[in-house]
């Protein structure tokens, strides 16, 4: 099976490979120079597919003819659509520039130059002498602590001060003896800079700022009161019904579920209209 198939699938060529298919190619093509329609349908067939179905039944009449092949030896290969356009491109292109070129005198390149040329150069009977360590790498200098340190990182620290030492020594009568002081273990106060960023002097400018501001005045929340009584509408007794306020203390006023039911009966009937 898998010789079989092998043996069956072969892939296609250019036309160009064998000038007998070339030859065959060239005489399909002037036969079939347009598509054709189909008989008894609307459908036209590619010119190239005409061909193509030609070159194949020729190949088959070949294939079978035993007498033919040991005859003539001929092998016509396997061409498809895609290799038949390819190659017809390229004939109608090269056939386009022998037709421009027609004529032209083309200059001739000179083989021989005008100023004699160097002696050609010997090649050496053996390899140069190459140093030992050919890879050498001479270092950049050292630059650590030459670095340009920008005003906002830089940190004044204070130099130690010398402490002077108050060890006793034994009293003679040729030796003074040290009196120790208070001065001697205070130190001055060295002032240390440090910096700070903008964003936390601002922050701190801020801070401190909003300790001297008043507090901002805030709108005092409006209640919700009833327009006849001014008691709240949350009292006992209010009620509203769709932006319409009940009050029992109203002059004449219903009671609150007969108020309801009536403003019921007024929005169906508006809905209804």
């Known amino acids: 099976m898998v010789k079989m198939q092998v043996l069956t699938t072969s892939k296609a060529s250019c036309p160009s490979r064998s000038r007998v298919v070339e030859a065959l190619c ?19 067939i590619s010119r190239w597919r005409l061909v193509i179905s030609e070159y194949n039944s020729m190949k088959g009449r070949l294939f079978n003819s035993q007498t033919l092949l040991e005859a003539t030896n001929l092998s016509l290969f ?30 001739s390149p000179s083989v021989c130059t005008p100023k004699p040329l160097p002696p050609a150069k010997q090649r050496p009977s053996s390899p140069p002498l190459t140093p030992t360590n050919p890879h050498v790498f001479h270092e950049p ?63 701190q400018r801020k801070r401190s700022a909003s300790v001297f501001t008043l507090p901002s005045a805030q709108a005092s929340t409006r209640k919700y009161t009833c ?47």
């Open 141 to 203: 200098a050292d630059t650590s602590g030459r670095a340009c340190v920008r005003g906002s990182l830089r940190r004044i620290t204070p130099a130690p001060l010398p402490v002077q030492s108050t060890l006793p020594t034994p009293a003679t009568s040729d030796t003074p003896v040290f009196q120790p002081t208070s001065n001697v273990f205070q130190l001055e106060e060295a002032e240390v800079k440090t910096t700070v960023s903008r964003t936390t002097a601002w922050r």
């Open 227 to 273: 327009t006849i009584c001014g008691d709240p509408m949350s009292s006992i007794g209010h009620s509203q019904f769709y932006g319409k306020q009940y009050c029992p203390n109203a002059p004449g006023q219903v009671p609150k579920e007969e108020w309801l039911a009536q403003r019921r009966a007024e929005k169906k009937e508006r809905r209804i209209d």
């Open 26 to 44: 060239i005489l399909l093509c002037e036969k079939y120079p347009h598509p054709r329609k189909e008989p008894n349908s609307r459908a036209y």
């Open 78 to 107: 396997t061409i498809n659509e895609a290799t038949l356009v390819k190659w017809y491109k390229k004939s109608s292109r090269r056939e386009e520039i022998k037709m421009l070129m027609q004529g032209l005198p083309l200059p």
